[in-house]
Antibody
């Protein structure tokens, strides 16, 4: 069974750095035609794509957030990590990781349950 | 990388058809045949309904269909059912980037 699970702090203070971990199971991060994205959703608002990492370690970032984001993966731990610097209350959101794989390489076929992050002092 | 434009809401009676549009540019929707659609029920993670413009993952009912013309993609739900009431988001590949739509709330009357 393919699963993704997000983890990280529930509460961060403004200006702090957020580190989120996506732990996957049921597949390998080294598989060909495989990628993992991070997506967020502020309360009551739309989905926003943040970053993507491919199996060959190529990375891509949202144009508007690129300066604040870093995505990486540890294949041996089956984890994809997203860091976001200089957090602000507007970054309060549910953060999801999602897989792109095989026939669904340009879509996101399996999503984690999401983790809610609140930015407040 | 601006969000794709979707209508805020659409509604229909059970058994009717509704269509959701998703308008982008030649850099995203118009430039690639990689539009996907997601269904999201309240408090739940999104679920892939359509990928590569018009393909359905296994398990997705065939009343869901997708298409594209120029810079606009569309999701049609035929034979609307109560469980189809949800938010729907389009997403387009844009050359190593992805961009989501603004989201559409589908209401079953």
């Amino acid at each position: 069974q393919v699963t993704l699970k997000e983890s990280g702090p529930v509460l961060v203070k403004p200006t702090e750095t957020l580190t989120l971990t996506c732990t996957v199971s049921g597949f390998s991060l080294s598989n060909a035609r495989m990628g993992v994205s991070w997506i967020r959703q502020p309360p009551g608002k739309a989905l926003e794509w943040l970053a993507h990492i491919f199996s060959n370690d190529e990375k891509s970032y949202s144009t508007s957030l690129k300066s604040r984001l870093t995505i990486s993966k540890d294949t041996s731990k089956s984890q994809v990590v997203l860091t976001m610097t200089n957090m602000d209350p507007v970054d309060t959101a549910t953060y999801y990781c999602a897989r792109s794989y095989g026939d669904y390489y340009y879509g996101m076929d399996v999503w984690g349950q999401g983790t809610t992050v609140t930015v407040s002092s | 990388q601006s969000a794709l434009t979707q209508p805020r809401s659409v509604s229909g009676s059970p058994g009717q058809s509704v269509t959701i549009s998703c308008t982008g540019t030649s850099s995203d929707v118009g430039g690639y045949n990689y539009v996907s659609w997601y269904q999201q029920h309240p408090g739940k993670a999104p679920k892939l309904m359509i990928y590569d413009v018009s393909k359905r993952p296994s398990g997705v009912p065939d009343r869901f269909s997708g298409s594209k013309s120029g810079n606009t993609a569309s999701l049609t739900i035929s034979g609307l059912q109560a469980e189809d009431e949800a938010d729907y988001y389009c997403c387009s590949y844009a050359g190593s980037l992805y961009v989501f739509g603004t989201g559409t709330k589908v209401t079953v009357l």
